[in-house]
């Protein structure tokens, strides 16, 4: 047997969006919902596709949903992290928040919104908050706005999951989200359904993901969509290639004003001294490219009695 990436568009939309209790068994373990507050019940609502950077099929925002208390939920899977990801994320909940009032209706119709985002990448890299003395966020992390000095929660009519899948412990998963996580990222591997999985959400989205039940129609929309990853990721690399020549041709640049303008000191000073500098010295000062050697040379420059002493070894 094979299985499908869950992480693709097709087969995300496949299941979450036309299996009600596998994205409500989804919801329910990223968002910790358990006891009173178990979401129960969730009727699909239109969905909205995201604005793609050209050329490239990077995400996901195909499954938008909401239970009986009025809370939506957009369900979102973002394959690479590109500028801007989590002011977009932001954007939409805000937009999806706003959109619900028509006009003239009262404040008090708008209900909760929830945007759930599984990142296939870090979006807070361990390695960058340990170099900023900052806590590690966790795999899944909840984000809703507090009150500054005595931390408590509040304004929680727009809030925000994320799911690292990057940061999965390397062990076997020991919450729902994790064995959500463990599914993101390990299904492609599978020979057979985990016979230590039990039945439930879990089990039935990887049973849906194997491929062995698609049509011809279906494995063809699921090989398009791979396609389209795979030019994605390509297209993305190219530009951050590219961004990192820039950069660095900026810098090298710099780095040649910067020396350039050390020559120039030497020279200047020199000048200033009433101290000739001949073709051979001049040719010298200006070729060198090592700007600690041009700190020393304009250092000696001020007190040298000649131009040559300038550029002489020393031992």
């Known amino acids: 047997m094979r299985f499908a990436d869950l992480k693709n568009d097709f087969v995300f939309r496949r299941i979450f969006a036309n299996h009600p209790d596998i994205l409500r068994g989804l919801l329910n373990d990223l968002l910790e919902r ?60 805000c937009k999806t928040y706003v959109a619900q009032l028509q006009r003239g209706e009262p404040y008090t119709k708008l209900a909760d919104v929830v945007a759930v985002s599984i990142c296939d990448f870090a979006l807070w890299p361990d390695a960058e908050q340990d170099a900023q003395d900052l806590p590690r966020v966790p795999m899944l992390s909840r984000w809703n706005m507090t009150e500054r000095s005595i931390g408590q929660n509040g304004l929680l009519q727009v809030q925000y999951a994320f799911l690292e899948l990057p940061k999965l412990p390397r062990r076997w998963p020991e919450t729902g989200a994790e064995l959500w996580a463990w599914l993101f990222v390990h299904t492609p591997d599978f020979a057979e359904v985990p016979p230590e999985l039990p039945p439930g959400p879990h089990r039935d989205a990887v049973e849906l993901a194997n491929e062995a039940t698609f049509t011809q129609a279906e494995q063809e929309a699921y090989q398009r969509v791979m396609d389209e990853i795979q030019q994605a990721r390509e297209l993305v690399k190219l530009a951050a290639d590219a961004e990192a020549r820039a950069a660095n041709a900026e810098e090298r640049g710099r780095q040649e004003g910067l020396i350039a303008g050390q020559a120039r000191a030497i020279l200047a000073v020199l000048a200033a001294r009433g101290i000739a500098v001949d073709s051979e010295t001049r040719a010298r000062i200006e070729a060198c ?6 700190d020393r040379w304009i250092a000696r420059a001020a007190t040298a009695a000649s131009a040559e002493e300038v550029v002489a070894l020393v031992a």
């Open 34 to 93: 358990q006891g009173e507050r178990t979401i129960e019940v969730i009727e699909y609502l239109p969905s909205e596709q995201a604005p793609h950077v050209t050329g490239a099929k990077l995400s996901i925002l195909d499954v938008k949903c909401r239970d009986r208390a009025g809370t939506t939920f957009v369900v979102e899977m973002q394959l690479i992290h590109v500028p801007g990801f989590v002011n977009r994320v932001v954007y939409n909940a």
């Open 289 to 294: 490219t090592d700007a600690a050697t041009l």
